[in-house]
């Protein structure tokens, strides 16, 4: 497969065209952000330990019955994907009350959430992604009702896959985003799993182990990762 052209460089990633219009190439930089884009820095390592975080984490979901984007890994910070048409709608669920649900209302961190939350928003950094409904995703054009169902049952089924993962490992998944495409009409999964996009605790210390480090200047984010992924099975 050739690489071609850039097509779009994201916080953290950056995605290339192919020789095959139907498949993409995705580059894990080492580049990490927070507080949308106002904290930036280089990590070493990053791009190696997202990429092969995230190939780890599709394989389980795939085998789950989960559809994803993946394909394969080709290099230490580089998969190929499937070119999706995304839906510009990002589905949070979240276990465990931490980050802007406790800002937004004022409830405890650490509170167990029975059942977890389903939220969605709209995938637009110049507006702050701002938190929408099934409604306006309808009314607007972002998705059908169709996609949102079946978006909202991926969702949820990945959290029962991924939640024993981590909780076998000593974890708690607290929350995570996820955002989806379609290909030849199906809808799948075509978003990154890595402790960029979620948040995982310790399950006896409730240490964090995810990109909150970066965000709160607690350090060890790169050895943090790298535990997480040491606990689940995965050799960097």
Known sequence: MEKRDELYAGKAKS????????????????????????????????????????????????????????????????CVVKNLEMIPVECVVRNVAAGGLVRRLGVEEGQALTPPTFELFLKDDAHGDPMINES????????????????????????????QLFLDGGMLLVDYKLEFGLFDGEVMLGDEFSPDGCRLWDANTREKMDKDRFRQGLGGVIEAYEEVGRRIGITF
Do not use: C
């Open 136 to 163: 306006l995703a309808e009314t607007f054009g972002w998705a059908t009702p169709e996609q949102l169902a079946t978006m909202k049952a991926l969702t949820f089924k990945v959290n029962d896959v991924l939640k």
């Open 15 to 78: 995605v290339y065209r192919t020789d095959d219009p139907q498949r993409l190439i995705l580059h894990f930089r080492d580049d990490t952000s927070a507080f949308d884009g106002k904290k930036k820095e280089s990590l070493a390592r990053k791009g190696m330990v997202n990429n092969k975080f995230n190939a780890f984490i599709m394989e389980k979901l795939q085998a789950a019955g989960i559809p994803t984007h993946f394909e394969k890994l080709i290099a230490d910070d580089e």
